[in-house]
């Protein structure tokens, strides 16, 4: 032992070290449940309760198995929201039309004036959902528009997005809430957030944007929809095993029925 460390410079002291760390199994189990029960709990309170129910451990190791563990609360939080989540869980699309992504993208016609595209993208399929496109986009437009999605193909159990007013506004929320969507903002300044449909909105700049002058409103549409249906139909995806979207969500089972009576499963907005 001495001389195989020696050959690979490591310290027989480092070698030889045994973890004496404590079992947090227990600990955080416990965590996870009071911060599921109780959403606007902070740590804080946390270490409160669980020294109530007897765990000795001191308020700098609740700390950073909180953080660790990824249960921070969300502060900044829409006022009104009914739909949004408390909290920030890592969630990754396991299915086709589970998680929904959407964003705006900002453009002009060839005379200058302002041309948006709502861009909505399925996590799991990289699916090209919609990307309507219009000048001035609201609220409305957004809910309309994912009512035409969810009538061809059903509703998510998650829509990720930022915080632009059209997103955290009255009509989105309503929405999400009568029809048992969570929605998931994410935070100020990290659009890692929400990178799926970053970097489609990337593709999209890339190859049809900067690609097109756009003569008028309805130039744009039929050039942005033809576009988008070569996405879906035709471009090999990396991310894919080189399957284009389309044929990627054909071979991961079909996709769930549209249903105006079906719930999505776990629901984890706040009544």
């Given at each position: 032992m001495?001389?195989?460390?020696?050959?690979?410079?490591?310290?027989?002291?480092v070698y030889?070290?045994?973890?004496?760390?404590?079992?947090?199994?227990?600990?955080?189990?416990?965590?996870?449940?009071?911060?599921?029960?109780?959403?606007?709990?902070?740590?804080?309170?946390?270490?409160?309760?669980?020294r109530r129910e007897g765990f000795k451990d001191n308020h700098k190791r609740v700390y950073r198995l909180y953080r660790q563990e990824g249960m921070s609360l969300r502060h900044k939080r829409p006022r009104r929201s009914k739909a949004s989540q408390q909290r920030q869980p890592v969630i990754a699309a396991?299915?086709?039309?589970?998680?929904?992504?959407?964003d705006f993208v900002a453009d002009n016609l060839f005379d200058g004036r302002k041309l948006r595209m709502l861009t909505v993208v399925d996590c799991y399929s990289?699916?090209?959902?919609a990307i309507h496109v219009g000048q001035s986009l609201k609220g409305e437009d957004v809910v309309q528009v994912l009512n035409g999605i969810a009538a061809q193909r059903g509703r998510p159990q998650?829509?990720?997005?930022?915080?632009?007013?059209?997103?955290?506004?009255k009509a989105m929320d309503k929405w999400a809430y009568e029809h048992r969507v969570a929605l998931d903002f994410s935070r100020p300044g990290r659009p890692t957030d929400n990178a799926m449909v970053e970097s489609f909105n990337g593709r999209l700049r890339q190859e049809c944007l900067n690609e097109h002058w756009f003569m008028s409103?309805?130039?744009?549409?039929?050039?942005?929809?033809?576009?988008?249906?070569?996405?879906?139909?035709?471009?090999?995806?990396?991310?894919?095993?080189?399957?284009t979207p389309l044929e990627f969500a054909r071979c991961s089972g079909p996709r769930p029925a549209a249903s105006a009576d079906k719930e999505?499963?776990?629901?984890?907005?706040?009544r």
């Open positions: 001495r001389k195989a460390c020696a050959v690979i410079q490591l310290s027989r002291v030889l070290y045994r973890s004496v760390a404590r079992d947090s199994t227990s600990l955080v189990m416990r965590m996870k449940e009071i911060t599921r029960t109780r959403l606007h709990y902070g740590y804080r309170r946390v270490h409160v309760m669980l396991q299915r086709v039309n589970q998680v929904w992504s959407m990289r699916e090209s959902l998650v829509i990720k997005s930022d915080n632009g007013s059209e997103f955290i506004g409103l309805a130039d744009a549409r039929t050039k942005i929809e033809a576009w988008r249906r070569h996405y879906n139909e035709s471009r090999p995806h990396g991310a894919l095993d080189w399957k999505p499963e776990n629901p984890t907005f706040e």
